[in-house]
């Protein structure tokens, strides 16, 4: 993932010390119920779509344009299907970051699959009954997609049982 400018400035301010940052991940399927991914070029592994909001990009815009910038496919974002705080990561230079990540289902309008900028070495359709392999977080995000439920949420470690979510109100 190429590391946006406004993060550049902050590091040279801040060094490797820890930065909480948002994190945008991006479910796409088309028409035939596939689901889009990406060969990653920095560890050349198969992952779901995702990057870094602009200083006050919404989530869902986000999400289309790093679909766009990644894979040249267009989606609309449809709804919020996961928000998570993710483990604390550390890259090969010492920096370290760690994640609130958006996980936005969308869906394909238009475009051809291909790689669109140096993120990805592959981008491709995938049926969900032949996935490549992928990082258990990619296989839960694809699974929260799948499903009709309400966003789900990360259980507090101290608190005991699930979440409750509100119940539409409006």
Not at 22 to 50: H, K, Q, Y
Not at 79 to 87: F, K, Q, T
Not at 103 to 110: D, E, F, L, Y
Request: aromatic share 6%; hydrophobic share 40%.
């Amino acid at each position: 993932m190429a590391t946006p400018d406004f993060i550049t400035t902050l590091r040279a301010e801040v060094g490797h010390h820890p930065l909480w940052l948002p994190g945008v991940t991006a479910i796409v399927f088309d028409d035939e119920g596939r689901v889009l991914l990406g060969r990653r070029a920095d560890n050349g592994r198969w992952s779901v779509i995702g990057g870094i909001p602009e200083p006050g990009e919404q989530p869902a815009a986000c999400a289309v344009r790093e679909v766009h910038e990644e894979t040249a496919v267009r989606c609309v974002a449809e709804r919020v299907v996961l928000v998570e705080a993710l483990e604390p990561v550390t890259y090969p230079n010492g920096d370290v970051c760690q994640f609130m990540d958006v996980t936005v289902r969308c869906r394909a309008v238009g475009g051809e699959p291909r790689v669109n900028d140096d993120e990805s070495l592959e981008v491709a359709w995938f049926p969900l009954d032949r996935l490549p392999e992928l990082h258990e977080t990619g296989l839960f995000r694809i699974k929260q997609a799948m499903a009709d439920g309400p966003t789900w949420f990360a259980r507090d470690t101290e608190s005991p049982g699930p979440v409750e979510t509100a119940p539409d109100s409006m």
